[in-house]
């Protein structure tokens, strides 16, 4: 089952590629790959897991073992994250199409952010010679090069794309200052094109139009906009154009790294739900652990009938939401009457309806919207090392922590209940413990083959050196870790006195070793 001859396509038009074909067949759009342009790979034939699917993506982008677990398969229409054990089978599928994404996100990985907790990668502890435990390095950062390529081409598409859009603005403070930064970004942008073709900022603004750069929606109203208007735009956008450049592109101040921190920095604070996803359930419950019969026995046997209830659970209304984000953790709050539909497309158009027929009239609604749109508080309900184990029912979840407290969810289908499992297990491996997963039917395929075979995962050298130094001198200590820059590479690393040595074992010697041969 692997991949065919031929398949990986270059495209600059995706989208226009992708109606090229129809029948059997899977695609998958690589935002950035090592050629530097976006891509997509294509299944015409087999079975693939996605976890299959994403190494595939990770080596065409350069993304090695150790940022692997960042990323995952996502399907844009459905709005569905796919678990990294989940099958495809490429027969049963007519031009399916998925986006190969960064799914978990810290916020502030960059440290730009003075108002939150700067994310950092774990640093061993040095050891001294009493086995005593020293000072901690400084975190190294959470991304690579290659894995900050991915995202920030993941960041320009999803801006453009409208993860901010006009029509979620509503006060003209607002609207000004998003017409602002989106100039902005589209200066970043363009002076990162700039920069990596050792071009002046002026002659790629020449050769490539920012509207190009900036969000779909206030491409739209450009467009609407008068002449004169449209005149004054270009002007302004110009004059900034040639001060950014004189001070800083042509100057060499501004590195391809400092542009794309500035830019994803630039679009977490425009866009505060980067790095969150939320779920809306039919029913919520926090449970103690003599509360938890019910779902372990009763409702278990239940979903034998599972289609019909499904069906059911999809037509009620939604009363609670759960989000999640890698830096707080899972929150929930209760779903208000009247929520299901936006504050802001209700409160506009009642506002400018009524104006028309009540001109004169003292009581505006006006004054009432910023009431009516803001949240109720969420409530905090763990973070991820304070979690032990989860179970999938159908489309209900219950997330266990360490004081036998659990979470109930029933979520609107089965397909969301995994993805939620998922997005929980891949951030727990991330903060608490990288070897385990938390149910059996997210499991990753790569962490049960590892466990069944004491493998640990990708570890750099250092790392491995040192969890060995830290040990008790006993000869032959050693550890068999999956290689940090190579997915079908395992390497033994072996104590021998006060000697370290490493022994690598290379592809096609692998079925032999979890064989036991």
């Known amino acids: 089952m692997s991949l065919c001859r031929g398949l990986l396509k270059h495209s600059d038009s995706y989208a226009g590629s992708c109606q090229t074909e129809s029948g059997p067949v899977i695609r998958v759009l690589l935002y950035w790959t090592l050629e530097g342009r976006e891509q997509h790979l294509t299944y015409t034939e087999g079975k693939r897991t996605a976890e299959d699917i994403c190494i595939d993506s990770a080596k065409l982008s350069g ?12 399907h844009p229409e459905e709005k569905r994250w796919f678990s990294p054990n989940h099958e495809f089978a490429v027969k049963n599928e007519v031009n399916l199409i998925l986006h190969y994404r960064m799914r978990f996100y810290f916020r502030n990985w960059h440290g730009m952010t003075d108002k939150e907790a700067a994310v ?77 073709s050792g071009r002046s900022l002026e002659e790629v603004t020449k050769e490539i139009s920012f509207m190009r750069c900036i969000p779909k929606s206030f491409c739209r109203q450009i467009h609407q906009n008068n002449y004169l208007t449209k005149l ?37 604070s425009l866009a505060p739900g980067i790095g969150c996803e939320e779920f809306q359930t039919t029913s919520l419950d ?24 499904c069906s059911m659970i999809q037509g009620s209304s939604p009363s609670h939401v759960v989000i999640v984000s890698g830096t707080e953790g899972i929150r929930w709050r209760e779903i208000r009457k009247g929520e299901g539909e936006p504050v802001e497309s209700c409160g506009n ?45 159908g489309f209900r979840v219950s997330v266990s922590r360490q004081d036998n407290k659990s979470l109930e969810l029933a979520l609107r289908s ?26 059996q039917e997210v ?27 830290k040990e008790e001198k006993e000869l032959g200590l050693f550890i068999v ?17 006060s000697e370290v040595r490493l022994f690598k074992i290379c592809s096609y010697m692998i079925p032999a070793f979890f064989s036991g041969v």
């Open 120 to 196: 950092y990668r774990s640093a061993f502890k040095h050891y001294d010679s009493s086995g005593g435990k020293g000072k901690s390095e400084q975190g190294s950062p959470l991304l690579d090069q290659h894995s900050l390529e991915y995202l920030f081409a993941q960041g320009k598409h999803d801006f453009i794309h409208d993860v901010v859009s006009m029509k979620d603005l509503h006060t003209d403070a607002e609207l000004h200052k998003f017409k602002n930064e989106s100039l902005g970004m589209a200066v970043l942008h363009l002076s990162h094109l700039a920069v990596l």
């Open 481 to 497: 870790r999956w290689s940090a820059q190579d997915f079908h590479r395992i390497i033994l690393t072996v104590l021998n006195r």
């Open 414 to 439: 089965s397909a969301e209940a995994l993805s939620f499992a998922s997005l929980v297990d891949g951030y727990f491996r991330l903060t608490a413990d990288f070897h385990h997963y938390l149910c």
């Open 349 to 393: 158009r009642n506002y400018f309806a009524k104006s028309k027929k009540q001109k004169g009239k003292k009581q505006q609604p006006l004054p009432v919207q910023p009431a009516e749109r803001s949240e109720p508080r969420w409530s905090f309900f763990c973070d991820f090392p304070e979690i032990t184990h989860m179970v999938v029912n």
């Open 232 to 268: 004054r735009i270009r002007t302004v956008f110009s004059k900034f154009v040639k001060g950014f450049n004189l001070h800083t592109v042509s100057t060499g101040k501004l590195t391809l790294q400092d542009i794309m921190y500035k830019y994803l920095s630039t679009l977490e």
């Open 286 to 309: 926090i449970q103690s652990e003599g509360e938890r019969a019910n779902f372990y026995v009763k409702d278990f046997w239940s979903l034998g009938n599972l289609e019909p209830e």
């Open 63 to 74: 993304i090695t073992p150790l940022f692997h677990s960042l990323f995952a398969l996502y």
């Open 443 to 469: 499991a990753p395929p790569r962490v049960v083959l590892s466990n069944a075979s004491g493998i640990h995962g990708p570890m750099q050298e250092e790392f491995a050196i040192q969890k060995l130094k």
